[in-house]
């Protein structure tokens, strides 16, 4: 398997995962400029959550957590920034980090 198609199966291991805990999936590789966000979910029609999304097939290399920099973060935060302005947003929000690690996901809620 490609790199490409890894991330698109890690992907939707995420978004079955976050639909499971009654997240709905609103948008997926939004972008904003040459900012993206994986996935973009809403929960109990309260809370909006951006989702950063990593996928390895090890951790030889270090959690995959620990990949998203600070660039990275301020990148998302941009977007999002965009995202909830052109929604009219007014709600909470939230940024999250989901692993995807041999097929299991784990979320990391309120990442950064």
Excluded at 37 to 48: A, V
């Amino acid at each position: 398997m490609n790199n490409q198609s890894r991330g698109k199966h890690g992907e939707e291991l995420a978004v079955s995962f976050l639909q499971s805990c009654g997240f709905e999936i609103i948008e997926q590789n939004y972008r904003y400029r040459r900012n993206e966000i994986d996935l973009i979910g809403i929960f109990n029609n309260q809370l909006l959550v951006f989702f950063e999304v990593k996928n390895r097939s090890n951790n030889q290399f270090g959690e995959p957590e620990s990949f998203v920099s600070d660039k990275q973060q301020s990148r998302i935060k941009e977007a999002a920034e965009e995202y909830i302005f052109a929604i009219n947003w007014t709600k909470d929000i939230r940024f999250d980090i989901l692993t995807v690690l041999n097929g299991h996901v784990t979320h990391f809620e309120d990442a950064f």
